[in-house]
């Protein structure tokens, strides 16, 4: 256990997205240079940004900061000590990663009242790069995944549906499900509302499978809609349910999904397993479209 003080602590505190997550996020999908989802983020980030009465950046202002922030990535490892292969001149290959964009409330002089009321709706927005391991790709069919074993987690997310779909920065109940998924070795965690429909995964959105159907869980009230949700539903034929926990036994098959990560197969869902359900050649036909589909929209000359 530790705990230091920060000597800026005042500077923090003047900022809303520290001080009270006044502001929206993306973690953006990064493919050799090229960001293949940035429509759906976009979207997304303005809607969020509307519902908290925040400024959004000009499309070609933060276009250009995305790409200095990918061009300082590449010019990192030399800076760190990898200046054999710069002198040599062989070149360095584009990055992929993510990249974090965070849009907060920010008063134009830089310093907001102490309290909630929102100064106005002038904001600010920080980047920030997570270099990949180049081997880690989506997976390329159901046998390609790994076994996923879900808890369902003990704390319930809130209706709220003005904050509904948009990713914004108050994310205790996600931080909550994942020290539960931590403690019992799972691989992610099944997040419900109090009326014990299934929402959402801790950091990814869930997929059902009935016969040929598509099935998503509705995220008006509460929930994330994630980019690959909304890729999903650009693509294929999908319909919005509210889907309990009980109709888990009714599923043939179970998916979870973010832009990051792709498209997972998940084996068994508390103590539901969906083993005997994805040896159905109707499910796993199904499934591998769906992550063939994916792959192709993620090629970096997408």
Known sequence: MSCREITR??????????????????TIRVSHGRLPLWPYHWRRLQTGAARL??????????HRAMQRRL????????ANGDAASASSGTRVPPVSGVLKLVLFRHATD???????????????????????DPSVGPAESVQHTPP??????????????????????????????????????????????????????????????????LLTPDLSRCGVQGVALSWLHAHFPVRVASVSFSDLQRMDAMLICNSVAGFRVVTQAADHSFDASLQKPLARQRINEIMNAWRAACRPDY
């Open 9 to 26: 602590a005042q500077d923090l505190l003047r900022n809303r997205a520290f001080a009270y997550g006044d502001g929206v996020f993306e």
């Open 53 to 62: 009465g925040l400024d959004t950046p000009e499309a070609d202002v933060l």
């Open 71 to 78: 061009a300082r990535a590449i010019r990192e490892p030399v």
């Open 110 to 132: 830089g310093h907001s009242k102490r309290g909630y009321c929102p100064p106005g709706s002038d904001s600010a927005f920080v980047l920030d790069f997570y270099p990949d």
């Open 148 to 213: 996923l074993r879900l808890k369902r987690c003990d704390i319930r997310l809130a209706w709220q549906p003005r904050l509904a779909g948009i990713k914004h920065l108050n994310r205790l109940e996600n931080v909550l499900a994942c020290a539960e998924v931590q403690a019992g070795n799972y691989d992610d965690g099944l997040l419900l509302d109090g009326a014990d429909n299934i929402i959402e995964a801790t950091s990814s959105n869930v997929v059902f499978l009935r016969g040929s159907e």
